[in-house]
């Protein structure tokens, strides 16, 4: 016979679990059983299991947390919060002011529930802070695909212009809309595109660059492309009217 599984009740595993605010660990060791069953039986139950920081917290509180937890342990939440957020720290800043790495209050702020800068407001504020330096990414000077900071995408130059109002994540701007803008001295209005005149994606010789609003554009594109496939037509009919001829 296979070994028997004991039985744990749903009323006592979230009384164990939340009421009493025990680990997984600890509820396994109270029932005799493995911590894998444990978290078995959550799932199953559909008891929710605490999030990454609720787990952190829980740890701390029971004396139990590691290295990062320990060195920032004493420092509140909305001390690092306001460090962070308001005063736009780095990491590197915050740790130099508490003497950790700036991995530690990495790590610490994903534990404690504090949202972290996703990639484009990293190099955001770098780049305000004029500390931006491509050597700190993978994706720049030490990626095995760096390029000088020039990229295609679907047919189209991108830039690498972090700090650019148009950048995207990666901190990369059309290089068509660089263009534009540099040729008219001024930004490009919301809510406005640029057409490349010939219809290749990469020619961004200014004379080529047309810019208008999304809903013209969206509009003049169809019909172009209906005079296209007419002066196609044309083409073929007066090619084989020559082969005819010959």
Known sequence: MGKQVPFISEVDLRQLYWA??????????????????????????????????????????????????????????????????????????????????????????????????????????????????NKCYASGERSHNWNGGRQRSNGYIRILKPGHYRANQKGYVLEHVLIWERAHKKRLPDGWVIHHLNGIKDDNRKENLLAMETSRHDRFIPRLKRRIKELEAEVATLKAKLEEGN
């Not at 320990?70 to 736009?88: F, G, I, M, Q, T």
């Not at 610490?108 to 330096?133: A, C, E, V, W």
């Open 20 to 133: 009493e605010q025990m680990t997984m660990a600890e509820v396994a060791h109270r029932l005799g059983v493995d911590r894998r069953l444990i978290g078995k039986r959550l799932k199953k139950f559909n008891i929710p299991v605490r999030t990454g920081s609720e787990a952190s917290r829980l740890a701390i509180s029971k004396g139990r947390h590691r290295g990062y937890e320990y060195k920032l342990k004493d420092v509140p939440e909305s001390e690092l919060r306001r460090l962070y957020w308001d005063e736009e720290l780095s990491c590197a800043d915050i740790a130099e002011k508490f003497g950790v790495e700036s991995h530690t209050v990495a790590n610490y702020l994903t534990h404690i529930g504090i949202p972290k800068r996703n990639r484009s407001q990293q190099m955001n504020l770098l780049y305000q802070n004029g500390k931006f330096d």
